[in-house]
């Protein structure tokens, strides 16, 4: 004779199992894997030229000067920084 316990373990897992093959069989039935391939790969293949349009806008808002003061700036702030680590860097930041 089983235990209350176990009953009721029992009916859980058959539950359990009953709506996972029924979710299962229903995303077959939808094509749900393939939509959902299908979104994220969209969705990559979005993402490249809004990246690049964002960046080009960007860009024609913000001018070298403006930039090179900003990294100035935030240099000054850092505690240890020789001057001519300083120039080094914001060499590499506005030329590159």
Do not use: Q, R
Not at 39 to 53: D, G
């Amino acid at each position: 004779m089983k235990k209350p316990n176990e009953k009721i373990l029992t009916k859980l897992w058959a539950g359990i199992k009953y709506y996972a093959a029924g979710l299962y069989n229903k995303f077959e039935e939808d094509h749900i894997w393939i939509m959902s391939a299908s979104i994220a790969f969209n969705i990559i293949i979005c993402i490249i030229p809004f990246i690049l349009i964002v960046l080009s806008v960007l860009g024609l808002y913000l001018s070298e000067g403006k930039t090179l003061e900003y990294v100035n700036e935030n240099l000054d702030k850092i505690v240890g920084i020789t001057p001519e680590l300083k120039s080094k860097i914001s060499n590499i930041i506005v030329a590159g």
